[in-house]
């Protein structure tokens, strides 16, 4: 990532299939970083990990991620529990993000 490029300037796709999703972004085919969740119900999910590649790391990109799985959390009236312990924390320095905590 160059110096010019902010969190804001990569696309954070979404997938689900089976009860398990993701939050990432990408190249090439490539998840170079993601944020994870398993469904426990319809309205449900349990955020269980975050990974970074290096060459994205102490920019922002797992906070983007995050702060795309709260919108979308909140847009989807879906109930999050975190186990990751990025996540974690981050719900703990944020409360403006905790509304969407079960």
């Known amino acids: 990532m160059t110096t010019e ?17 993701a939050f990432f972004v990408g ?32 920019v922002g990109i797992g906070r983007r991620l995050l702060d795309v799985l709260v919108a979308w959390a909140r847009k989807t009236k879906t109930q999050v529990i975190v186990s990751c312990p990025y996540a974690k924390a981050q719900f703990e320095r944020d409360p403006s993000i905790r509304d969407v905590l079960a």
């Open 27 to 58: 190249r090439a085919h490539e998840r170079l970083a993601a944020m994870t969740y398993s469904r426990l119900a319809p309205e449900k999910v349990i955020i269980e990990h975050t990974e970074v590649d290096a060459s994205l790391r102490s």
């Open 5 to 21: 490029q902010q969190p804001t300037d990569f696309d954070v796709q979404h997938s689900e299939d089976s009860g398990r999703g």
